[in-house]
């Protein structure tokens, strides 16, 4: 319960309640695949690239072409807010605080929705025609260091566009991004800013840089840029993971989206309790379409 809720009493100096900053909700949701689940689990097939074959003579055999066959599963996991709000507290109060709670409430199940397609990323995929087969795993070429550099190029650690060209590479070289596919690039503040430092001296590239740090656009060679605060950074380090992936690369299952519940507790002295419960969970569909962008953030 809040026992913070004093501060918000007549005797204070406002009649409004003010939502403290924070992201309000998902900014991620839109950027991948969104499907709905009503199981525990649930399986996303895949099918692998097969070449044509030359026909060598006339009346020659049909050939038979294995298709490479695998699946992902995800499995839907669980999550609520709730906090109460005496009814003393309530009659005292100049302004009803059930709406900005609820509000506050959804905020934290968005930003979680994040979480979890953040970790999704680049996290170990269940594998197999169950899920039991053996995972997935990220990495290799698909991370950028921290320290990478273009030849001829001084070695700046945070986001370059030398890290932007080479993770353009990774995608084309993978043929990785279908038609009609967007491109997003996850970072934080830091990188925004580091990006208007270390861009190449042509005006253009500056002008449009400054633009996307004004916020008066969201895209640069090719990236859509989305800015969270809520990206990995390993404890002790300065080394922010940030990434880029067309929709096609992270798949959403939502089992239950965000709900609401605002009403008495009858065991509480019939209290207001606010209550939001979300299910859902994700999973990296392909390693090729995800790129990870290793950043030092000084």
Same mark, same amino acid.
């Given at each position: 319960?809040?026992?913070?809720?004093?501060?918000?009493?007549?005797?204070?100096?406002?009649?409004?309640?003010?939502?403290?900053?924070?992201?309000?909700?998902?900014?991620?949701?839109?950027?991948?695949?969104?499907?709905?689940?009503? @199981?525990?689990? =649930?399986?996303?097939?895949?099918?692998?690239? /097969?070449? &044509?074959?030359? +026909? !060598?003579?006339?009346?020659?055999?049909?050939?038979?072409?294995?298709?490479?066959?695998?699946?992902?599963?995800?499995?839907?996991?669980?999550?609520?807010?709730?906090?109460?709000?005496?009814?003393?507290?309530?009659?005292?109060?100049?302004?009803?605080?059930?709406?900005?709670?609820?509000?506050?409430?959804?905020?934290?199940?968005?930003?979680?929705?994040?979480?979890?397609?953040?970790?999704?990323?680049?996290?170990?995929?269940?594998?197999?025609?169950?899920?039991?087969?053996?995972?997935?795993?990220?990495?290799?070429?698909?991370?950028?260091?921290?320290?990478?550099?273009?030849?001829?190029?001084?070695?700046?650690?945070?986001?370059?566009?030398?890290?932007?060209?080479?993770?353009?590479?990774?995608?084309?070289?993978?043929? @990785?991004?279908? =038609?009609?596919?967007?491109?997003?690039?996850? /970072?934080? &503040?830091?990188? +925004? !800013?580091?990006?208007?430092?270390?861009?190449?001296?042509?005006?253009?590239?500056?002008?449009?840089?400054?633009?996307?740090?004004?916020?008066?656009?969201?895209?640069?060679?090719?990236?859509?840029?989305?800015?969270?605060?809520?990206?990995?950074?390993?404890?002790?380090?300065?080394?922010?993971?940030?990434?880029?992936?067309?929709?096609?690369?992270?798949?959403?299952?939502?089992?239950?989206?965000?709900?609401?519940?605002?009403?008495?507790?009858?065991?509480?002295?019939?209290?207001?309790?606010?209550?939001?419960?979300?299910?859902?969970?994700?999973?990296?569909?392909?390693?090729?379409?995800?790129?990870?962008?290793?950043?030092?953030?000084?």
């Amino acid at each position: 319960m809040s026992n913070a809720i004093d501060t918000a009493l007549v005797q204070a100096y406002r009649s409004n309640i003010e939502i403290q900053f924070q992201q309000k909700g998902s900014r991620l949701r839109n950027t991948v695949r969104v499907e709905s689940q009503k @199981s525990e689990f =649930d399986f996303y097939d895949r099918i692998g690239p /097969v070449d &044509a074959v030359e +026909i !060598q003579s006339r009346h020659s055999d049909t050939p038979l072409l294995e298709t490479p066959h695998s699946r992902r599963r995800i499995g839907m996991r669980d999550f609520d807010w709730a906090d109460m709000i005496d009814r003393p507290d309530k009659i005292r109060m100049l302004a009803d605080p059930t709406s900005p709670y609820t509000q506050n409430a959804v905020y934290a199940l968005g930003r979680k929705m994040d979480d979890i397609i953040i970790e999704a990323a680049t996290a170990n995929a269940s594998t197999g025609k169950n899920g039991n087969g053996p995972p997935a795993t990220f990495g290799g070429d698909q991370i950028i260091a921290s320290n990478y550099v273009e030849a001829g190029t001084n070695n700046v650690s945070n986001l370059t566009i030398g890290k932007l060209r080479r993770a353009r590479y990774l995608f084309d070289k993978n043929e @990785s991004l279908d =038609d009609g596919d967007g491109l997003t690039l996850v /970072v934080t &503040a830091s990188q +925004i !800013q580091a990006l208007l430092r270390t861009v190449e001296a042509t005006s253009s590239d500056y002008n449009t840089v400054r633009a996307l740090v004004n916020g008066e656009i969201n895209s640069f060679m090719g990236f859509n840029f989305v800015r969270t605060e809520r990206l990995n950074k390993p404890a002790g380090t300065n080394t922010r993971h940030c990434l880029a992936y067309p929709t096609s690369a992270i798949t959403l299952a939502v089992g239950t989206d965000i709900n609401v519940d605002v009403g008495p507790r009858r065991d509480k002295r019939n209290n207001t309790q606010i209550y939001v419960c979300a299910s859902f969970g994700a999973v990296r569909m392909w390693e090729e379409k995800v790129v990870q962008i290793n950043c030092e953030e000084a």
